[in-house]
């Protein structure tokens, strides 16, 4: 009987400690994470990390020809771990830090200095936050070099990456995503990076292809994919990957993350199929490169508007990705007579412009769309798009001549003729990619 009383007040007591405190917590002025949407966006990481190593180099790897193939998984594996420090070091300071000018964030987040606590307006915490970005950080410059395989230095791709991720990358994020001047003052949407991250990108592959000037060979000679299952393995991780792209970008486990990724997976879809049908009618057969190839410009035309359409929209938005991104590839090879070996701004580029565009007329209610934000219309979300792709793409194209021109006066652009002939797998590394008794 003593024993049970005694149990009691040592209930009650602890109950007393407990509760003031308890109200507290529930009374603070510091936000609280959310366990939850904290884990969401921390696997999204993962998945683009995927997305990156091993599906891009997977992807361009099997496009290219054998002595190259080892060569590209270390060019994107490379640009990936010095972007990652670089956006560590003061990358995402300057892209996500205090909003002053508009133009670039202030300098309170170098070194990601503390990042504890739950970022404003978002319900994970900060660090959280930075990791996610800095996975896209690591792929945006890396979608680069599928446009300069076979002839680039390796060296040079470093050292342009490196600087272009913070003098293309890191500010184009401020201005869109960081509260800089294009989202506060035009109202420039971009739900997941189809201008931050697919037009600058595309836009200075374009450039960094023109200045290198062709492969040897080009165009006369066929240069088939050495691996087209290799590429489809990797089109395949993209596209599992970019369900964390796009629904990642909702930054929560919430509808708008599942909006994103099923108009994700439907604008991939509709875009292979569409892009199979034009093979067919055009040289006869419908192949397992065109369909990834497909489905990749599919996804980076819904990803600027994934979380902002509905389903319906976005089997629109796949079928404008094939029938634009397709004849695109024969107008940059062809026409303007640019070696970008891989396609990058015919898929990406183009992708991801047409899908901003598009997003103004998508997002309305009308169709389906979540609706404008206050005071906008859709001749004004048009007029928005229109200003933050053109200027992003202006941008993109002055930065990377200089940077890539400047870069080029200590590291050559370039591999020598013989070295190019040989292959840069055993030139640049040393190594094979495959050996064969």
């Not at 990601?112 to 404003?120: D, E, I, N, P």
């Not at 915490?125 to 990791?131: Q, R, S, V, Y």
């Not at 994919?225 to 919430?254: I, K």
């Not at 004004?380 to 001549?401: H, K, N, Y």
């Amino acid at each position: 009987m003593r024993e049970r009383l005694m149990r009691r007040l040592a209930a009650c007591a602890v109950c007393a400690f407990v509760a003031p405190n308890a109200a507290l917590a529930q009374n603070s002025t510091h936000p609280v994470a959310n366990g939850a949407d904290t884990v969401w966006v921390m696997v999204s990481a993962a998945l683009v990390l995927m997305m990156c190593m091993p599906g891009l180099g997977l992807f361009y790897g099997g496009l290219v020809r054998t002595k190259n193939f080892l060569a590209v998984l270390v060019q994107v594996a490379g640009i990936a771990a010095a972007a990652s420090l670089l956006w560590i070091l003061c990358g995402y300071t300057l892209a996500f830090g205090s909003v002053t000018s508009g133009w670039l964030g202030a300098g309170n987040a170098l070194m990601l200095h503390g990042l504890g606590g739950v970022r404003t307006g978002l319900t994970i915490p900060e660090n959280a936050f930075a990791l996610f970005q800095m996975c896209f950080a690591a792929i945006t410059p890396a979608l680069m070099a599928g446009a300069w395989v076979d002839r680039a230095r390796f060296s040079w791709v470093i050292g342009f990456c490196a600087l272009w991720g913070l003098v293309v990358y890191a500010p184009v994020v401020h201005w869109i995503w960081g509260g800089g001047w294009l989202a506060s003052r035009f109202g420039t949407q971009d739900f997941a990076g189809g201008i931050v991250v697919h037009t600058t990108a595309a836009v200075s592959a374009l450039v960094a292809a023109k200045l290198l000037g062709p492969r040897q060979g080009f165009p006369k000679t066929l240069m088939l994919p050495h691996s087209p299952a290799l590429t489809m393995a990797g089109a395949a991780m993209l596209w599992v990957g970019w369900f964390g792209f796009n629904g990642g970008s909702a930054l929560a486990g919430n509808s708008s993350a599942a909006s994103a990724i099923i108009n994700t997976h439907t604008a991939a879809c509709a875009a292979a199929m569409l892009w199979l049908a034009i093979e067919r009618y055009s040289v006869g057969k419908p192949t397992s490169v065109g369909f990834a190839t497909g489905a990749v410009a599919g996804l980076a035309t819904v990803t600027p508007a994934a979380g902002f359409i509905s389903p319906g929209g976005a089997v629109l938005f796949g079928l404008a990705a094939a029938a634009i991104c397709y004849p695109m590839i024969q107008f940059v090879k062809k026409t303007m007579k640019i070696d970008d070996s891989l396609d990058v701004f015919a898929v990406h580029g183009m992708g991801g412009m047409t899908g901003s565009l598009l997003l103004a007329f998508f997002m309305s209610p009308a169709l389906g769309g979540s609706g404008y934000a206050a005071g906008m219309t859709m001749g004004r979300q048009l007029l928005a798009q229109l200003v933050g792709v053109g200027v992003v793409a202006i941008w993109s194209a002055l930065a990377s001549v200089v940077l890539a021109l400047g870069v080029s006066y200590f590291l050559p652009m370039r591999v020598s003729e013989d070295e190019e002939r040989e292959g840069l797998d055993i030139t640049s590394h040393g190594e094979r990619a495959w050996e064969f008794d």
